[in-house]
């Protein structure tokens, strides 16, 4: 099946490792990808897990990739089986001439009824349960084991696992050395028994200098404390929690008073999410930068409170981090799923700002403009990342900050403005942009007025009153007006060639699309790129879509949600859009898009494409 | 309901508090609730407390619910922001808010169903996190805004206007409050402003969650015969266990009150709560015995009233948050980011 022949695949391959979670291979995948990074080359890591602490089958997904690919390509070069109950699944996953790694310590016939793929087997068991006592230590050291017989297979170094290890555990100096002679023992068989390196290895590059390797939840979080997030309330869901988690490590090292000890932060651990995204509210009103993280079905319970925010005008953000649904859906699994629900989330006519990160590296610029844009509009803004950006490391630049940077508050009216007003009132368009003024408690009896979710007057107070209640809700529309021009901006790739084929992505997709363009530049088939980044959609996204004959629309959920909410919110002609749409819960492949896009727009008959190349 | 402004005429002879404001200042809008309503006699303890105690009424903040009882956080101290929340959600309001700015005095007013029902699981974890507040429920045994429904306090065998019978026990707000660990419990009846200002005044200088259940006539739907929450059938079973004066600690050094009778309970900044039990053997600081008592008086039909529980050792969400004295809303950015070289440090770990 590959196109290209092997001995050119150096740096250009697809590692699959199949263990059962619970057995600390997690280490041993994490060592390998770090060692492939430090070694200049660019790699991507994806981790499949079940939902559940122990026992079930968990696959993890190394690409290297000279290209820079990081996005499943859709293919297996090298599978790692460890796991008795998939090893037939697992075998035949391996793409053509690729290789297939298991433990030999027990005779596994099954494996060997490929012939278009080489099989290797080694003791792992066998080894460890020779140099390591303890039933738990030799499980362990297993899967330690298959990183040192990788390295041998790849030409990795082991001075830089060792260095991996001795910052892993730079205060358990012991398991290094123990980590180490479980690689070594790998290493060493590997290389007494196989030609060392196969023709598929590794070889340094310099490619990953100023870029790191990061998984979104984290640069999220770091944003959140970036941004000056005093309060930050959640109830615990997969797969937001780390996010939660890193903002609350960030804060216990950077935000604690050295003197006093005391905390320059409120972590709080609500009852459930109708508390979470009430505290958020709370504070929000009150003036702290607060937020909360969650995943579908916590958004789905958010919502009446979403309404509120909207109608009160109560800054807050949220982070959306998408599972498959519907309900509990497949908690550890990736979608774009509630594209739809966080845009117009609760009852009664409520939008909302909402932004798109499609890498860590956006996720942690986006955490700093979503606060920003909360309280510039006065409106919940939804960072909606999913599994495959959050729980995945991934490698991006370097985030970088500005010194001169200032959070923007908003039209939050201080003291000396408000002793010098006659009376305050809180919902005026004073500026013509739909943005009213707002004061916090606690500073000037004058600046009090009465937040609520009834109906009321742009003076602030309750009404029934048919023209007074319009007045507020049109005005509400000139507001969502003016965050089109405040939301991120799409990332507009032209073809370069004349084309009138367009393709509209968002999020975590964004990799894929990109490696599929190239791919299908190839092949003489091209296409100009537009990445959503904010809702409401700016102009720039109206302009892309008039400016197509066809428009590829690529998203990772079942019922074409980004196409509806472009069909909805632009002037678009339905009839122009065609949907590609990825939810098995996988993150989408490259080979996906390829195949999709084929299906419509024939390639130039300049060269013959092998069939067999897109699965 | 239109807004209609009352004429704000001062007058040299109103009394004036530390501040020299008078009780006018601490008014609202004009209540839109029906004539009679118990939760009206409510807000003007609250005004009358809140007076008292002078506080500045922007250091005040007023949050509510859903219900005819959360409408009233609009009718006094219009010089403090006021928060009409989502029905049964203002505990976590409240949590949100007293985050982000932990000096200023929470006023929580809620009704029956508001808490015992909708907002059941809020009111318990705020009381767990012992959040510093005054949460007062406005209890009528009905759904007043909805128009009669039983709530969840509704006792058994109480007759709704239509004449049917409520057949399920009721929750009690005391009870639950007390067995969550509440660090200050209460029940007044909004008939009875001598009872209840003091006690308004004792939880809001309480630091923490201090609770008052205030049994509130609902006059529309839960007055006649056959109510167990009517004017009437309160009056007559109505037994006050414990008068609570409260001293505030300026008033300390001139209060006169005879020693024996009176068992003072200092509070965290000096005032004390001057407390005369009613009951002999009642002791207002033993958890279990008095939960006991107040279990023993309701299965009698009888509503154990006055300050029933206090604890003033407990630790409020800030102390065990170990959040600093000044409020968190007003923290600069560079006590909040770590920075460029910050950032530096923090991504060497991802290299
Ligand atoms: C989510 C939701 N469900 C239902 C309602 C309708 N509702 C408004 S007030 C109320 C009950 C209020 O009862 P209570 O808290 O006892 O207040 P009261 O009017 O008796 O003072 C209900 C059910 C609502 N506002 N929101
Ligand atoms: S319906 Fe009942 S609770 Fe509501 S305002 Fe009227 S008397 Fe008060
Ligand atoms: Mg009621």
């Known amino acids: ?615 | 309901m239109t807004f209609i402004p009352k004429p704000k005429v001062r007058h040299p002879s109103l009394p004036r508090n530390a501040l020299g404001l008078t009780r006018r200042d601490y008014e609202g809008v004009l209540s839109t609730l029906c004539a009679g309503c118990g939760h009206d006699s409510i807000t003007a303890a609250l005004t009358e407390a809140i007076w008292g105690l002078s506080l500045e009424p922007q250091n005040i903040a007023k949050l509510s619910g859903i219900g005819c009882s959360s409408k009233t956080t609009a009718y006094f101290v219009s010089g403090a922001h006021g928060f009409n929340s989502v029905h049964g959600r203002m505990p976590s309001i409240a949590m949100g808010a007293s985050a982000a700015n932990r000096n200023l005095a929470y006023v929580g007013v809620s009704g029956d169903g508001d808490t015992l029902s909708i907002g059941l699981g809020q009111f318990c974890h705020a009381i767990r996190r012992n959040l510093n507040m005054l949460y007062v429920i406005e209890n009528n045994g009905v759904y007043g805004l909805t128009k009669g429904q039983f709530s969840a306090s509704a006792d058994i065998g109480s007759r709704a206007k239509k004449g049917e019978e409520n057949q399920q026990p009721p929750i009690d707000p005391v009870l639950l409050a007390m067995s969550l660990g509440a660090s200050f419990v209460a029940r007044s009846f909004s008939g009875d402003k001598a009872q209840l200002v003091p006690l308004l005044q004792a939880g809001l200088r309480h630091r923490g969650f201090a609770l008052i259940d205030v049994l509130s006539p609902c006059v529309t739907f839960n007055d006649h015969e056959g109510s167990t929450k009517s004017y009437a059938y309160t009056r007559e079973h109505y037994e006050p266990a414990v008068n609570a004066d409260f001293v505030p600690f300026e008033r300390e050094i001139v209060a006169d009150y005879a020693e024996g009778e009176t068992h003072p309970v200092v509070m965290h900044d000096g005032s004390r709560i001057l407390l005369r039990k009613f009951a002999k053997d009642y002791d207002p600081t033993d958890r279990v015995a008095a939960s006991g008592y107040i279990q023993e008086r309701l299965r009698q039909g009888e509503y154990l009233t006055g300050l029933l529980y206090i604890d003033e050792t407990q630790r409020e969400f800030h102390e065990v948050n170990g959040t600093p004295d000044a409020p968190l809303n007003g923290l600069h950015l560079p006590a909040l980011s770590p920075g460029s070289m910050g950032l530096e440090k923090i991504l060497s770990r991802y290299r």
């Open chain 1, 1 to 615: 099946m590959p196109a290209v022949p092997a001995q050119d695949r150096v740096n250009d391959f697809v590692i699959k490792i199949a263990t059962v979670n619970g057995t600390g291979s997690a280490s041993a995948n994490t060592l390998l990808m770090k060692a492939i990074f430090r070694s200049g080359i660019p790699v991507m890591g994806k981790n499949y897990f079940p939902s559940n602490i122990q026992g079930l089958p968990t696959w993890y997904e190394i690409r290297v990739t000279k290209d820079a690919h990081v996005a499943r390509s859709g293919r297996v070069d090298i599978m790692v089986a460890m796991n008795a109950e998939t090893y037939g699944k697992d075998a035949r996953e391996v793409a053509t001439g690729g290789y297939l790694i298991y433990d030999s310590t027990w005779p596994r016939p099954a494996l060997f009824t490929r012939e278009d793929i080489t099989v290797i087997g080694v003791p792992l068991a066998k080894l460890c349960n020779e140099n390591f006592n303890g039933v738990r230590t030799r499980i362990l050291m297993k899967n330690i084991c298959y990183a040192g017989v990788l390295a041998a297979l790849l030409d990795l170094d082991l001075a830089k696992m060792r260095e991996l290890l001795a910052e892993t555990y730079a205060k358990k100096p012991k398991l290094v050395e123990s980590n180490m002679q479980a690689i070594q023992l790998g290493y060493d068989y590997a290389k007494a028994h196989f030609a060392c390196p196969l023709p598929l290895h590794c070889a340094p590059l310099d490619q990953t200098a100023g870029h790191i390797l990061i998984d979104g939840n984290t640069a999220a979080g770091l944003g959140a404390m970036f941004a000056g997030a005093t309060v930050g309330a959640w109830y615990p869901i997969t797969p937001s929690t780390s996010l939660m988690d890193a903002y609350k490590s960030f804060c216990d090292k950077w935000r604690v008073d050295p003197q006093t000890g005391r905390k320059n932060f409120a972590f709080i651990q609500a009852e459930d999410e109708l508390a979470a995204i009430g505290i958020v509210l709370g504070a929000s009103w009150n003036g702290a930068r607060s937020f909360t993280a969650t995943s579908g079905p916590g958004i789905s319970l958010m919502s009446e409170f979403f309404g509120l925010a909207y109608y009160a005008e109560i800054p807050a953000v949220i982070f959306d981090v998408q599972r498959v649904g519907p309900s509990t859906g497949m908690p550890t699994r990736t979608q774009q799923c509630d594209l739809m629900i966080c845009a117009y989330a609760s009852h009664g006519d409520t939008k909302h700002v909402c932004l798109y990160p499609a890498n860590p590296e956006e996720c942690f610029y986006f955490a700093i403009a979503a606060f920003d844009l909360a309280e510039r509009l006065q409106t919940p803004v939804m960072v909606l990342s999913d599994l495959d950006i959050g729980m995945n490391d991934w490698m991006c630049r370097d985030l970088k900050w500005d010194d001169a940077w200032q959070p923007d508050r908003g039209k939050v009216l201080p003291l000396e403005e408000i002793v010098k007003l006659e009376k305050f009132y809180r919902y005026l368009d004073k500026d013509d942009d739909g943005i009213p003024y707002r004061t916090l408690p606690g500073v000037h009896p004058k600046a009090a007025y009465f937040t609520r979710g009834s109906g009321h007057t742009q003076y602030g107070a309750y009404t029934e009153d048919a023209t007074d209640y319009q007045i507020v809700v049109d005005r509400l529309v000139r507001k969502f007006h003016t965050a089109r021009g405040l939301v991120p901006k799409p990332v507009i790739e032209m073809a370069g060639t004349r084309t009138d084929v367009g393709i509209i992505a968002a999020g975590s997709s964004d990799g894929a699309v990109r490696e599929a363009l190239d791919v299908l530049r190839g092949m003489g088939v091209h296409a100009n790129y537009l990445r959503v980044r904010g809702f409401p959609f700016n102009d720039e996204v109206d302009r892309f879509l008039a400016e197509q004959r066809l428009v590829f629309v690529i998203e990772q959920n079942r019922d074409a949600q980004l196409r509806s909410l472009l069909t909805l919110e632009t002037p678009v002609e339905k009839s122009k859009l065609r949907s590609l749409l990825h939810y098995s819960g996988m993150p989408i492949s490259s080979s996906f898009i390829v195949k999709g896009v084929l299906a419509e727009v024939a390639p130039k008959p300049l060269r013959a494409v092998s069939p067999g190349q897109f699965p």
